[in-house]
């Protein structure tokens, strides 16, 4: 499955030192000490999101690009749940792509997902 999880660049980020749009470049699209990382999601988003998946990450309503989830982790005592993937795997979307979805984490359909590949493909993003 794939999954959009969407996020407005000058929200206060999840652990409040900055930017929504800040903390995700630094801490969860970058390679550094870490390359596995997670993005945390609601406890109750998208119950059956699993290894494997495809997220797409939009900010602002432009499509960041994609990761292939690793693993999904349940943290009871935060209420969320951790979407870990490794940076060095992110497919980037280089070109300008616009998606409007209206909750903060849903699924894609398949038609939205093969225009999302097209576009990468067609932009030179992807294979």
Request: aromatic share 12%; charged share 25%; glycine share 4%.
């Amino acid at each position: 499955m794939h999954y959009a999880i969407c996020m407005v660049g000058q929200d206060k980020d999840p652990i409040n030192s900055g930017t929504t749009a800040s903390w995700f470049f630094y801490y969860k699209w970058r390679p550094g000490e870490d390359d596995e990382v997670f993005f945390p999601i609601p406890e109750d988003a998208v119950p059956a999101i699993q290894a494997n998946d495809v997220v797409w990450f939009v900010l602002d309503g432009k499509v960041v690009g994609n990761a292939t989830l690793l693993r999904v982790e349940l943290d009871e005592m935060n209420d969320r749940k951790e979407l870990w993937y490794n940076c060095l795997s992110c497919v980037p979307m280089r070109a300008s792509c616009a998606l409007a979805v209206p909750v903060d984490v849903a699924p894609l359909d398949e038609d939205t997902v093969t225009m999302l590949q097209l576009f990468m493909k067609e932009a030179g993003d992807a294979d």
